[in-house]
């Protein structure tokens, strides 16, 4: 139940709306979890908090979209430079939130946000629309491309100002104003970065910041009537639900989603850097990220090998306190996160599975402030069934699964019968394998012999039930804007 904020003890949270903090009474627990302590009140808003933000977002609207993409792009760069200029605070206090080692936080998280306003704040500038003639008519047809409106932001817990950002800084550098609503788990980095708005240039009004819980804040957004796009990264259970409660008013939606992405490793891949970077795919961030590997098949050749020298590989991942730099893993994002994900392991033990390293198998020396903290070992299984809930739902956590194959049909029908299809990684030297495997995953990023190599200029997202639309420089663009086609006679 929400409580009154114990402002002595605790971080304390406001809204971020028309340009000043509103405080505000009714807050929601949120836990450090390496500690498993309560360390900071999130409001927990409503609709009468996303009516005020929306409101705001409207009237900032029409002054806004009128500012050159340069002029908006300046203040775009502004505020990259100002959270570049405190790295180590959002570092610090993402880690703090989320669970993740501050070494993840420091070189990923916090530098990515800072990239993505660069990122937009240039890439908006050399956008082109379309011109066609039609001289035997005396005609020319040509598009224009404008801002939308108030453009409503969700995001998850497992990246989250990296992922808050990327929706902020396209949105607002094509000329839209937004309210964006963090996941209430991990909303401290998105309060910080509201209070160096002013200072970057952000007229009163373009972001505003709701906090609260999905059903709460959340919904008061995907059903408001005057916010006519929504770009949602998160559950897909939770699009299911953004989806129904957005169509009476045909909402433009966005929709990243989850995935249960496979590793496909022929025989001839170059087995060390394969098993580097499959340790990587699999836990990074307590293989909390959507993009996670979480089937791995390997071909029966091979099978034996890679199963030996990846468990060893994995031995060297240290799991601990988020804020020692040694470690590779911190803790996952709650207890009930951190149950549900151990579920999985419980229930494939019982349907026959071995586990080969992890949950049950190795201990965890934690230090005494983080016992309390909700971690969890990397953990790798064998002898699970396609069938399995482990190899067809999405955990989001520290576990794979390893498989032998015989064969590329067998392994290209295997990888893609699950219902997600947001990522692949096939490992093989051999380029014309590659080309004819990656063609017939059903992903929308497929990596070969490499794994999270991004250009942000290219489609980011998913297929199936992994998500609806594609982000990155151009798709990102048209998304946040709406295209007229427009024909005059000479
Ligand atoms: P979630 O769906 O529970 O929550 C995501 C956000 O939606 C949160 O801000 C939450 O408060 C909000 N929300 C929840 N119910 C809502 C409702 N009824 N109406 C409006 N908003 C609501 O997801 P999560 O547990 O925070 O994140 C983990 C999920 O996100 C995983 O499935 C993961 O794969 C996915 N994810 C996908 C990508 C991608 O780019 N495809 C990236 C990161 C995470």
């Known amino acids: 139940m929400p409580k009154t904020a114990d402002h002595r003890t605790h971080l304390v949270l406001e809204n971020y709306i028309g340009g000043k903090f509103v405080p505000f009474s009714r807050h929601i627990d949120s836990y450090d979890p390496s500690t498993g302590e309560v360390y900071c009140k999130v409001p927990d808003s409503g609709k009468d908090e996303v009516e005020l933000a929306v409101a705001a977002a409207k009237e900032a609207f029409p002054a806004w979209a009128a500012w050159s993409p340069s002029d908006r792009a300046q203040v775009l760069h502004k505020l990259a430079d100002l959270i570049e200029a405190h790295l180590e605070e959002f570092a610090q206090a993402e880690s703090r939130d989320q669970g993740k080692t501050i070494t993840f936080a420091r070189t990923v998280d916090i530098p990515r946000s800072v990239y993505n306003f660069r990122f937009f704040a240039t890439s908006v500038l050399h956008h082109t629309t379309e011109c066609s003639q039609q001289d035997h008519l005396s005609c020319i047809t040509y598009t224009i491309r404008s801002p939308v409106g108030v453009a409503g932001l969700i995001s998850p817990w497992n990246l989250p100002l990296y992922l808050l950002t990327w929706k902020i800084a396209p949105a607002i550098a094509a000329g839209n104003t937004v309210v964006a609503k963090p996941s209430e788990m991990t909303s401290v980095t998105a309060w910080m970065m509201c209070k160096l708005l002013e200072e970057a240039g952000v007229p009163p009004g373009v972001v505003n910041i709701v906090f609260g819980t999905g059903p709460g804040a959340g919904d008061a957004l995907v059903s408001h009537p005057e916010v006519p796009l929504i770009s949602f990264t998160g559950s897909t259970a939770t699009a299911q639900i953004i989806t129904e409660r957005s169509a009476p008013f045909c909402k433009r939606l966005s929709l990243e989603l989850g995935g249960k992405n496979p590793a496909v490793i022929f ?31 390997v071909e029966r050749s091979l099978y034996p090998e890679f199963l030996k020298r990846f468990v060893a590989a994995i031995r060297l991942w240290k799991t601990g306190a988020p804020c020692d730099s040694g470690n590779n893993n911190g803790a996952l994002i709650s207890r009930e996160h951190l149950e549900k994900v151990r579920g999985y392991v419980k229930l494939a033990v019982s349907e026959g599975a071995q586990v080969h390293c992890g949950e049950g198998v190795d201990t965890l020396e934690l230090p005494d402030r983080h016992r309390g903290g909700y971690f969890m070992a990397p953990t790798v299984l064998t002898g699970v069934e396609d069938a399995s809930r482990c190899m067809q739902e999405e955990i989001f956590g520290p576990v794979t699964c390893v498989t032998p194959f015989d064969g590329e049909e067998e392994v290209i029908r295997r990888a893609n019968s699950v219902r997600y299809g947001l990522a692949a990684v096939v490992w093989s030297r051999d380029v ?28 980011f997202g998913g297929m199936k039930c992994s998500g609806v639309g594609r982000e990155g420089g151009r798709d990102s663009y048209h998304f946040f804007t709406e295209v007229k086609t427009i024909t005059v006679k000479h």
Do not use: K, Y
């Open 267 to 297: 025989h001839d891949a170059d087995l060390e850097e394969c098993i580097q970077t499959t340790v990587r795919s699999s836990f990074s961030n307590q293989g909390e990220i959507c993009l996670c590997t979480s089937r791995i098949f």
């Open 432 to 459: 014309s394998r590659v080309h004819r495997v990656t063609r017939c995953l059903q992903a929308g990023l497929v990596w070969s012999n490499c794994w999270l190599v991004r250009d942000l200029n290219m489609p």
